[in-house]
């Protein structure tokens, strides 16, 4: 199949070093934020296949579709860089609870990572939960989808 390995769904586990590297950088982010709707600024920070960090934060918009997230805007930086390859990400929100990407964002991060890639759930105080994108994201349609020939049930 050219989902991911549900039996996979751990995710692997990130050096304490870029755990921290990563929660700066979010944390940068975030105050770049614009979200004079909701008041509700979010960070991101992707690690790449070099080991360099990526930042994105949310820009809102009056027309609310028209905005985007912080994720988005960190795989964009991702791919500007010339990586292609998402080895984690750290999401940082302004609200009490911890949060994980919009559906959206976690299939715009399944394009660039795998299954047991890990994200952080994180706030200004602490990190929180890790999941695996397959966690959060079972049984996804990615780009091996696509370079598979028909199969018939």
């Known amino acids: 199949m050219a989902g ?12 304490e070093a870029m755990l921290q590297s990563l929660w700066a950088a ?3 982010a975030q105050a770049r934020a ?7 600024a979010v960070g991101a920070a992707i690690v ?4 360099a960090i ?3 934060c949310n820009v809102e918009n009056a027309a609310y579709p028209q905005g985007w997230c912080a994720e988005a805007t960190a795989l964009g930086a991702l791919v500007m860089s010339g990586a292609r390859k998402a080895r ?3 999401v940082l929100g302004s ?6 990407p919009c559906g959206g964002c976690r299939q715009k991060l399944r394009e660039f990572g795998e299954g047991q890639m890990p994200i952080v759930s ?5 990190l929180g939960p890790i999941y695996s994108l397959e966690q959060l994201l079972p049984h996804s349609f990615g780009p091996a989808h696509l370079q598979q020939p028909l199969q018939q049930p």
Request: aromatic letters at 10%.
């Open 54 to 56: 990526h930042v994105g």
């Open 122 to 126: 994180a706030n200004l105080q602490a």
């Open 34 to 40: 614009y979200a004079p709707y909701s008041n509700y």
């Open 95 to 100: 609200g009490g609870a911890w949060i994980t």
């Open 48 to 51: 790449d296949e070099h080991g």
């Open 4 to 15: 991911m390995n549900p039996s996979h769904s751990k995710p692997v586990a990130l050096p």
């Open 26 to 28: 979010a944390r940068a």
């Open 88 to 90: 984690g990400l750290l």
